[in-house]
Each structure stands twice: as structure tokens, then as C-alpha cells.
């Protein structure tokens, strides 16, 4: 099996605040992710899932520890080892929320092509990326349709194509399942670990929902400020 690996941390800690109103979300969490696999993180509200996940995306910054994506160093304890964290952002990583964001005023090939356009890539090479992944997805024929005329799942797989438009590394998406019933939410699963597979990209994937586990290759859980991992590869999938 590919073992390359996509994030590494090492003795990542986060709190928020000083004092009497300290709040410490993360002590001392090691782990590896690799290339290709697709990972839930899993914790109750507020347990930090989302802090986790903006730091593995150079958005937040750690109290301490290390963080490196791919073979690179990008967090060495106390900043940023990399000139532009933003750049690696939005090069590197993609990102998928719960409210899926697609810009209301721009068509859904707008949408998807507006990220690697910003990354100075050519404007043919762009469209051409896009309308595959909108093919990939089955939504091609939506291309120049608004957001407001999509349902929820197909705005979803939008979000999903947008995320992948910069041909991304790792991919880092906040309960991207939430706002879809059992179907599509089954769907989009699916369809994330074809591109795990397939792409060899490293998904982290935040859920509340557990029956989406089975779909995943692990399942990381933040318990007592710390990170823990189950492996899901020899359990049965539905
Ligand atoms: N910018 C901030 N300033 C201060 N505290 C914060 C900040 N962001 C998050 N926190 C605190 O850090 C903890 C973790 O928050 P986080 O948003 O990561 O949780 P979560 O696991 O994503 O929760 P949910 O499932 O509700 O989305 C919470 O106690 C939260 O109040
Ligand atoms: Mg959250």
C-alpha cells in the first residue's frame, strides 16, 4: 500500500486565550495521514474539529508543535516555516464547509474555475479542468446554471469540483454531508473516496454522522485534547 505521506503532525498543541479564560483544545496530538486515504474526524461539539482542521490548512495558527504537508515543514512551533501560508493554501489544499458557499451571482463553471484562475493558471486550462470535474461528478450539463437553481446534493458536488479545481494535495472538508439526506450523503461519500483512491489525495472529513464511518479508511477522534485513531478497512461497508 502507498504509505507517502500527506500531513504529519508532531506534538501539535492549541489553546485560545490566557488566564482564567484559557481555553486548551488540543495537547500534544501526533499523527500521519497519507496519500490517498480518506479519514473522518470525529469528536463531540466543540472538541475542536474544525480547529484542527483550519491549522492542517495553514489557516490557523498552532500554539506549539509541528506541522509538515508532504515532505515540507510548514509549522515550526512558534510560525510559519514558509513564506506565504496563504500561497500553500491555496495551491496545495482544498477546502469543502458544510454551507457549501458557491457565490451566488456566478454560475457553477464560474464557481469552480474562480480559485485556479486566481493561481495565474491559463484560463482554457482552467475551464477545461472544470468541465471534467463537472462531468466526473454528473453535473455537467448544469455548467452554466445559477446556484439557486441546483438542489442541495447537486450544489454540494459543486462545492466538492470547486474544492478539486486546483488539483489539491489534501483535501479538508468541514461536515460536507451535513445539509444532505441519507442518499446523498452516501453519494458524496462515494465519491470522496474515489478521489481519495484515484487521485491519491489525503481527505480529512469531519461527520457527526456515523453512518458514514464505514466509508472511510479511518476514523481519527479527538479524546482528552488528544488525537485518537480506529481503523476502518477491515470493517464491513454497507
Ligand atoms: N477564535 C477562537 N477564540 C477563542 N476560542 C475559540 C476560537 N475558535 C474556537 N474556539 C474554542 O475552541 C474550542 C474548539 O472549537 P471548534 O470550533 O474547533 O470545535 P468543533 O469540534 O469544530 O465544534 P462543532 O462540532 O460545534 O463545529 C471551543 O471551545 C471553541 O469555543
Ligand atoms: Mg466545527
Redesign the pocket.
Known amino acids: 500500500m502507498e504509505k507517502d505521506i500527506a500531513i504529519k503532525a508532531q506534538n501539535l498543541c492549541k489553546h ?2 490566557e488566564g482564567e479564560s484559557r ?1 486548551n ?1 488540543l495537547e500534544d496530538a501526533s499523527f500521519e495521514i497519507h496519500k490517498g486515504e480518506l479519514v473522518a474526524l470525529v ?1 463531540p ?8 482542521l483550519m491549522m492542517l490548512g495553514c489557516v490557523t495558527d498552532p500554539t506549539s508543535g509541528k506541522i509538515w504537508l508532504g515532505k515540507k515543514i510548514v509549522w515550526d512551533e512558534k510560525r510559519w516555516s514558509i513564506k506565504d501560508p496563504r500561497r500553500i493554501r491555496r495551491e496545495q489544499i482544498g477546502f469543502i464547509f458544510q454551507a457549501h458557499y458557491l457565490i451566488p451571482f456566478l454560475n457553477v463553471i464560474e464557481n469552480v474555475v474562480l480559485l485556479p484562475e486566481t493561481n495565474d493558471i491559463p484560463q482554457e486550462k482552467t475551464r477545461q479542468k472544470a468541465m471534467e470535474l463537472l462531468e466526473y461528478f454528473g453535473i455537467a450539463e448544469k455548467a452554466n446554471a445559477m446556484p439557486s437553481q441546483l438542489s442541495g446534493g447537486q450544489n454540494q458536488r459543486v462545492a466538492i469540483a470547486r474544492a478539486l479545481a486546483n488539483t489539491p494535495q489534501i483535501v479538508l472538508a468541514d461536515e460536507p454531508t451535513a445539509a444532505l439526506d441519507i442518499q446523498r450523503s452516501v453519494d458524496v461519500m462515494k465519491m470522496l473516496k474515489k478521489i481519495a483512491k484515484e487521485q491519491n489525495v489525503a481527505i480529512i472529513m ?1 461527520t ?1 454522522d456515523e453512518r458514514m464511518l464505514p466509508y472511510c479508511d479511518r476514523v481519527m477522534s479527538i479524546e482528552n485534547r488528544t488525537v485518537k485513531f480506529k481503523d476502518m478497512r477491515h470493517e464491513k461497508v454497507i
Open positions: 485560545f486565550g481555553v483544545v469528536a461539539s466543540g472538541a475542536g474539529k474544525t480547529t484542527l469531519v457527526h
